[in-house]
Nanobody, 126 residues
Framework: QEQLVESGGGLVQAGGSLRVSCAFS????????VGWFRQAPGKEHEFVAA????????YYGDYVKGRFTISRDNAKNTVSLQMNSLKPEDTAVYHC???????????????????WGQGTQVTVSS
């Protein structure tokens, strides 16, 4: 069954780093835009970062710019999110999403994506 699977979440102290990854079993991520979104308890989903379908351009939510980096590894069929200088407010469940028809102006919109993973918990302690 084709599905997105996240890995790499965990518990880290403020100021630390974590790397979460997204793998697409059963399909190649080539040709898909991939985004990361997060949801903290009691809050709406927030756009974190995305990499475009063609060209590999990257985009970030304002609150993670300069701290998070999204990257593709086509050989491993994964998209990773390197998170540095983590803050307690980064605590959330992080979901990856993929879509073949996501245009640049829609990369930050959840409804633009076709496939979603179950999420991985990231907890940042103060």
């Amino acid at each position: 069954q084709e599905q997105l699977v996240e890995s790499g979440g965990g518990l880290v102290q403020a100021g630390g780093s974590l790397r979460v990854s997204c793998a697409f079993s059963g399909r190649s991520l080539n040709g898909y835009a991939v985004g990361w979104f997060r949801q903290a308890p009691g809050k709406e989903h927030e756009f974190v970062a995305a990499v475009s379908r063609i060209g590999g351009s990257t985009y970030y939510g304002d609150y993670v710019k300069g701290r998070f980096t999204i990257s593709r590894d086509n050989a491993k069929n994964t998209v990773s999110l390197q998170m540095n200088s983590l803050k307690p407010e980064d605590t959330a469940v992080y979901h990856c999403a993929a879509g073949r028809r996501v245009i640049t102006s829609s990369l930050s919109k959840r409804e633009a994506y076709d496939f979603w993973g179950q999420g991985t918990q990231v907890t940042v302690s103060s």
